[in-house]
């Protein structure tokens, strides 16, 4: 054995036996504090014998741990994930009994609900107790890295890695350009700011199209089209049903349009890994994406990723607590907001608590886990999405507190991400990316009253519910909540197919873009028709102050968009006289013009009101941080890439529009010579990956 592979040695045996002895001591501290867990016989034993006994019992639960614990996990794949994560418990109380029942002489008893306790703190305790012991001797971390870089290398019969530098993209749901900016001049990203300021990465801003959304967005970027997705939720006349972009069955959907719009499978069809993500992105090895997890039966494993991190029951305790603290955060904060008369505000009861704990702690560890397990097994191409920030900024505030101490530990994900690509089998280069930002601003319905849904049936002549009904949030998080409960994803009332009376309006919102259909009638109505229908309608919206602007169709000018005191500006004027759109930016007049060329655009587009000075638009959700439509900081993502690529646009030219941010990503993948991007990939699918694992290298979370 070379020295430097008996150093190895050494120290891996050295952490495991002080792990042992922590595990010991503290086995012998919950024996001393819990009545009905004891480590001696009835008749007492000595000091020496009860230490003996609890050093017997941690080196059982320790090795039944890593040799049983992640069979068993595998049995449960099927299980939905956030069960699995209450089962862990129990199952890792069971293992402690059996460990016990290993002792000689019977001397280790504990009931079961005893049992519990005591094996979720020794897992705590060992988990951090070897985490701090790799983390504070950087020799020990790197060999840490190393070795299981080599175990992976050796599961793949591999040889050296390949000397073509990967890529991972790291994408932060929801965090604007300028966001961004301030997080790193405040100290709140220190990892974004090194880069920055070594100058090895160049940030660049991107504008979205009119849906400033993640499913039109990340659908672009993976897919290269997001043509024909209007908004986050719309309906369809021809199939009368209504797709919402975090519904699974949606998902899968608008990414088969995509594919068989572009003839390509996709951004990370060759060697590629998809984590987290609404679409696949063509991607080989996919986990935790919407789009696949409609499927039934064993084509769905789009939860493998919750195998790989439960894998390891320290993971599950880690995680468990960091969970219960993000909700008791949460609540102290909702609680505080209220105290003090907080505006905006909007209500976070309920199960959002629990929502938010999912988007900011357990989605977060278990994808940044599957994307540390990509860079160990030297996968080409890595598209990941971290949607903490986002759930946070819709209900606190993109500039709130709150979301600031998100970026924070999305910071520090960052980092170990960084650390870990630094020991791969292959060089990596990271870029970090937004699929939209978020303008502030309260909600509509408080500013006046009602909402979008009442004012339109206000102008339609039909009666408007006395009692409000709230609009449910289109956030991520929910969506991936209720994949991972195996629950259909509907909205409250939001049905795929609509129950209103045919002759009524359907109305759907998207953050600040509202959409309005009569699907009793076949195509898309024009202005005349409409006005011959409701005759106060389109005027009642144009003349609201809430209302910025209206698109409709004309039959005398073609399409057209109407505003406040009688404007009516075709779209081929708009570039000579804005009108309305004067206040939402040049680009404007041609995001509104590329949707108004969808097939399933709504009869009536509706985008709200917008304040330029503040940036603050009205959202016709229940959001305080809102986006989906055109003003402000929601249109305004970012671009932070390595030096060492071609700039993404020429010199004073901007970057506009998720496609064209797709073909630069295609560049980059081409230029450090990585997958090509094969054509004709329309029938590709992808398959199931439950083979990373990364049980002993996870996410470090001081959240709690």
């Known amino acids: 054995m070379g020295e430097g592979r008996w150093r190895r040695f050494a120290g891996t045996w050295w952490r495991s036996i002080a792990v042992w002895a922590v595990s010991t001591v503290t086995m012998l501290v919950l024996a001393g504090i819990l009545p009905d867990f004891q480590l001696q016989s009835d008749n007492g034993d ?34 939905p994930a956030l069960v699995l994560g209450l089962v862990v418990f129990f199952l890792n109380g069971g293992l402690l009994l059996f460990a016990l029942a290993l002792v000689p002489d019977g001397r280790g008893e504990a009931n079961p609900e005893t049992a519990v306790v005591v094996a979720a703190v020794m897992s705590a305790v060992a988990s951090a107790t070897g985490g701090a012991l790799a983390v504070r001797d950087d020799d020990a971390y790197r060999r840490r890295l190393y070795r299981l870089a080599d175990r992976r290398r050796r599961r793949g019969n591999a040889g050296a890695g390949p000397s073509t530098p990967g890529t991972v993209f790291l994408q932060l749901d929801g965090v604007g350009h300028d966001v961004l900016r301030d997080a790193v001049d405040q100290g709140v990203m220190p990892t974004v700011g090194a880069w920055l300021g070594a100058g090895t990465h160049r940030l660049t801003p991107w504008r979205t199209d009119w849906s400033s959304q993640t499913g039109a967005s ?164 890595v598209y990941a999405d971290l949607v903490a920030y986002d759930e946070v900024a819709h209900h606190s505030g993109p500039v709130s507190r709150d979301a600031e101490k998100v970026l924070a530990r999305l910071d520090r994900s960052l980092a170990l991400i960084a650390k870990v690509a630094e020991h791969a089998p292959r060089p990596y280069r990271i870029v970090v990316l937004s699929d939209h930002g978020q303008s502030p601003g309260e909600t509509f319905r408080a500013r006046y009253g009602l909402g979008l849904q009442d004012l339109v049936r206000a102008g339609c002549g039909l009666p408007v519910p006395r009692r409000a009904r709230r609009t449910h ?77 209206l698109l409709v169709r004309s039959e005398e000018h073609g399409a057209v968009v109407l505003g406040a005191r009688g404007a009516e500006i075709p779209l081929a004027d708009l570039d000579e006289r804005p009108g309305p759109l004067a206040d939402f930016g040049a680009h404007a007049a041609d995001a509104v013009r590329r949707t108004d060329s969808f097939p399933h655009t709504a009869d009536i587009m509706v985008n709200s009101w917008y304040d330029p000075a503040e940036g603050e638009v009205l959202a016709f959700e229940e959001q305080i941080g809102s986006h989906g439509g055109l003003g402000g900081a929601q249109g305004h993502p970012f671009l932070l890439a390595p030096e060492v690529f071609s700039p993404p646009v020429a010199k004073g030219a901007e970057l506009v529009g998720a496609q064209q941010v797709h073909h630069v990503l295609r560049r980059w993948l081409r230029e450090g010579s990585g997958p090509q991007v094969p054509l004709d990939k329309s029938r590709h699918e992808p398959a199931p990956d439950a083979s990373f694992t990364a049980a002993t290298v996870t996410p470090q979370d001081n959240s709690a």
């Open 473 to 549: 949030s289109g956030a991520e998080a929910r969506a991936a909540v209720r994949a991972a409960l195996r629950r259909p994803v509907e909205e409250g009332d939001e049905k795929h197919r609509p129950a209103s009376r045919r002759s009524e309006p359907i109305v759907l919102a998207s953050g600040n873009l509202g959409l309005v259909s009569f699907p009793d009638v076949p195509h898309r109505m024009s202005k005349e028709e409409i006005d011959a229908r409701h005759p106060a309608l389109l005027t009642t919206l144009a003349n609201h102050p809430g209302i910025g602007f």
């Open 46 to 79: 000595s000091a020496t014998r009860i230490a003996v006994t609890a050093a017997l019992g941690a080196g059982a639960f320790g090795i039944l741990s890593a040799l049983v614990w992640p069979l068993l996990v595998r049995a449960l794949l099927l299980v």
């Open 218 to 381: 990340q659908l672009g970027i993976l897919h290269g089209s997001n043509y024909d997705v209007p908004a986050f939720r719309w309906y369809e006349k021809d199939t009368r049903e209504i797709q919402v972009s975090n519904r699974p069955t949606s998902a899968a959907e608008l990414q088969r349009r995509a594919i068989e719009h572009t003839g390509d499978g996709g951004l990370l069809t060759m060697d590629g890994a998809s984590r987290g993500n609404l679409f696949s992105g063509g991607a080989e090895q996919v986990a935790l994406v919407l789009s696949i997890a409609a499927r039934r039966g064993k084509e769905n494993r789009s939860r493998a990723g919750y195998f790989a991190y439960f894998s390891d029951p320290a993971n599950a305790v880690r995680t468990a607590l960091s969970f219960v603290a993000e909700v008791g955060r949460e609540i102290g904060q909702s609680t505080r907001a209220r105290l003090t008369r907080q505006r905006p505000r909007v209500g976070r009861g309920g199960l959002y608590p629990f929502i938010r704990a999912f988007a900011t702690v357990v989605e977060r560890d278990v994808v940044v886990a599957a994307v540390i397990g990509d860079i160990l097994a030297g996968r080409s191409a």
